[in-house]
């Protein structure tokens, strides 16, 4: 008979999310053969061992790990995003300790993705010897399917700052010049979330997009005043108010231009001009951002529940 440890049930919940001992009971009647086990526990329990690595994971933390020696000179840091399924999970210690070596594990051996990622050696909780054998463990043993979403390295000829707002939003600048100021700039990024460095640096496909909803606006301003018999503005001013519109939003999004969140009488680029700093570019991380969550409605899953056993009564 095969010896049943600790981290074999649970691997075999954070396959099937079927209770610890439910778990036990199928890897002993399969003498240890995971898949044996994995095929018993669906023929017993059917939708109820569903697999937990099927659920969304759009909560989550961002964390940042740094390589203290450096790597040829260069500044090195890594900003990293994990998820989870709830918030619960995000104040776990086995989680967060999961999440910041991981992060560490980044800036120090620089993984191409994040499947390279999960193969780097790392032990904790009982669970070993890589990373993701790690997290595997410790979906089985919490009981939420957990990820790790994406991450950037940063190998840089420039200093780098990093400001975390909470677990919830990052933000890396590369940059040369004052370190207090950098860090300003990171905590602005973190706040007022630009997309671009500059405005030209702004996605092209934006500033499309930003054009035609201020033609669009336009159209239907003549369209109204057309109506009301008032007079309609001439091609030349419209043109000049849809670049106007499109300039102002370039402004708004682009981090040089924005006003300095700590000083709204000047833009982020005469801050740092005053200070004698130049920033290179920035990263920011949020969590879930682009994520689709699931709606949970309590009283429609009753409703469709009571439906389900009502049809299947008749």
């Known amino acids: 008979m095969a010896a049943i440890t600790a981290s074999m049930v649970a691997e075999l919940r954070g396959k099937t999310d079927a209770p610890m001992m439910e778990c036990k009971r199928a890897l002993t009647e399969a003498d240890g053969d995971m898949a044996k086990a994995e095929e018993l526990l669906r023929v017993k329990l059917g939708s109820k061992a569903g697999k937990a690595s099927g659920r969304i994971t759009a909560e989550g ?16 840091g890594a900003l990293l995003e994990v ?25 120090q051996h620089g993984p191409q993705d994040v499947q390279a990622l999960g193969v780097l050696p790392y032990s904790a909780d009982g669970f070993g010897p890589t990373l993701d054998d790690v997290r595997k463990g ?14 950037k390295r940063f190998a840089s000829a420039h200093q780098l700052a990093c400001y975390l707002h909470g677990t919830r939003i990052g ?31 702004v996605p092209a496909e934006l500033v499309a997009r930003e054009r035609s909803v201020a033609a669009a606006k336009a159209a239907e301003d003549a369209a109204v005043a057309t109506a009301a018999g008032k007079p309609v503005q001439s091609p030349e001013i419209v043109v000049k108010r849809i670049d106007g519109g499109v300039q102002k939003f370039l402004r708004e999004v682009s981090l040089l231009n924005q006003s300095f969140v700590k000083n709204d009488k000047q833009t982020v680029e005469q801050m740092l001009k005053a200070a004698n700093t130049t920033v290179r570019s920035f990263t920011l991380y949020v969590v879930g951002d682009g994520i689709e969550k699931k709606s949970e409605d309590f009283a429609a899953e009753v409703a469709a529940q009571v439906a389900a056993a009502k049809q299947s009564s008749s």
Do not use: W
């Open 171 to 201: 933000a890396v600048v590369e940059f040369d010049g004052d370190t207090a100021a950098a860090k300003d700039v990171a905590m602005h990024v973190a706040a007022m979330k630009p997309v671009a460095l500059s405005s030209q640096d």
């Open 83 to 107: 998820n989870c399924e709830t918030d619960f999970v995000t104040k776990n210690d086995s989680f967060l300790a999961l999440a910041n070596a991981a992060a560490t594990l980044i800036a």
């Open 61 to 76: 933390v961002v964390t940042y790990g740094v390589c203290t020696d450096g790597v040829n000179g260069l500044s090195v």
């Open 138 to 151: 410790l979906i089985g043993k919490i009981g939420e399917n957990m990820s790790f979403r994406r991450f």
